[in-house]
């Protein structure tokens, strides 16, 4: 923890793995996190899986690149210096502006997080 689910068009291989570099560099620096906890699922979205402004179709509104930050709750500033890592990542991997990155930080109590079956409270 945290997993990053990035919704993007696809890429190729070597945009993805700079992508994976610069968010697990930018969440250890931003969250004090290691490498080790981080984890990145490349969920690609085709231009006819998205819809913008009621405009269906990447090729007619361009395409936002969502990022979802799943982790333990961390203070504002964490996430704000977060959000300033991973934005610039994605926008120098996929040569987008920032106005088309988003990044939501979907956080989570330690009772609602699971590995090998035990709750990361207990």
């Keep these: 923890m ?3 689910e990035v919704l993007a068009p696809q ?5 993805k793995a700079a992508l994976a570099r610069s968010v697990t560099d930018g969440l250890m620096s931003a ?5 080790d906890t981080v984890t990145l699922y490349f ?3 085709a231009a006819d899986d998205y819809a913008h402004a009621g405009i269906f179709g990447a090729q007619a509104t361009g395409q936002r690149i969502l990022l979802k930050v799943h982790a333990f709750r961390r203070s504002e500033a964490e996430r704000r210096a977060a959000a300033i890592a991973l934005t610039r990542g994605v926008c120098s991997a996929y040569g987008v502006p920032g106005d088309d990155v988003a990044v939501y930080f ?3 109590d330690r009772s609602e997080v699971s590995h090998d079956s ?3 409270s207990d």
């Design 31 to 35: 969250f004090g996190v290691t490498a």
């Design 11 to 15: 890429v190729p291989a070597q945009r």
């Design 43 to 45: 969920l690609p979205v």
């Design 2 to 4: 945290p997993y990053v």
């Design 118 to 120: 035990k709750l990361a």
């Design 106 to 108: 979907c956080d989570r």
